[in-house]
């Protein structure tokens, strides 16, 4: 073989031989896909795990961080200053601006700007108070009342007639009207949780100062609950007059407050009785006693008839006639009094005297 022949093809031999040392150290013979090399270079983003509702404080178990898809690229390019931190406590303590569906990548305008809410008599009507009640939830609609709504409270009580404390029943009766509920679960924010089972739910109502100081004391004297008051039959969204001249309990409602304001009234066991319309009981009148007429006005509603220390206090009829004075000595009114219903169970006392409390009395 001729030199020049064996030069050639040695040089051709050098030559496809760094061809073949460039195209592999520029990748060439590489078999993965440079898509799929792309994709370990998606990053991270903060999505919802179920359905987020406008006005709700979501907690971190209702997110999850997952990796950018390749359907979310457009998305991710246009909204990617506006996304929030890829950390599932971003959400913590913020309230959802809109209604949000499961699976949705989250970003800053689908809340509210980050700052603290409302404090509690921010949120109270002017003249308005607060009142706290820590129920089961079965007296509290089961639980599933929610801020804003308007509820009544009604108080069941064991009742009995002094000075024996004789006769006693059981009673329900209403003792405040469309409450707001400004305050649920001790919490500012508004969250959506189940009510553990046994577990109370604490409620804070607006009302006014002195229907305040009578739920206060009759959470001393009787079982309250919460009934939820229906739109239709309660002013919703403002509140309204205190007094109502179409309602005997609520005529002088505002008259009640002014006199609650200035310590010119407490708040007692009489309260309890005008709400719960009770009578008192007449006991026996001896002769030679005093007569005296209760009057609200001009207009006679009852009689008195005091004999020493003992009083019945009795409707007017035609049928009552005068008895000779002899109220030489101070009267004192019988009443009624209110106690916890089988107060040895709820926690109450039954009323002293009584020894036929908790034994079947329960009247309809």
Known sequence: MKASTLFGLTLA??????V???AKYVGYFDTAPAAETKKTELPEILVSTRNLFRGVTPSSKDVRVRKLTDAERDFYTRYKDKLLPAVPSAVELRV?????PAGQPLTEDMFEKVGIPESVTERLDPGMRTVSLVLPKERAGGGLLQVGERVDILMTSTVCSEPQCGSPFTATASIARNLKIVVKRDNLWKVMAGVPEEKPVSFILQTNPYRAALIEYAKMKGVLTLVPAAPGMMMKDKEPPMSDPDSREYRDEEKRVAQFMNNEQIVTDGDLERIFNLRLLAV???SGSTRVEMM???RI???AVIKGANVARVQRTAANADVASDASESPTYASYRFSMPDGSSLGGAPPP????????NTKS
């Open 284 to 286: 026996p009148v001896p």
């Open 20 to 22: 073949v040392v460039g």
């Open 13 to 18: 031999s050098m030559m496809g031989l760094a």
């Open 296 to 298: 609200v006005g001009t």
């Open 301 to 303: 509603e009852a009689h």
């Open 353 to 360: 005297g009584c020894t036929t409390c908790g034994k079947n």
């Open 96 to 100: 959802a601006a809109q209604n949000v």
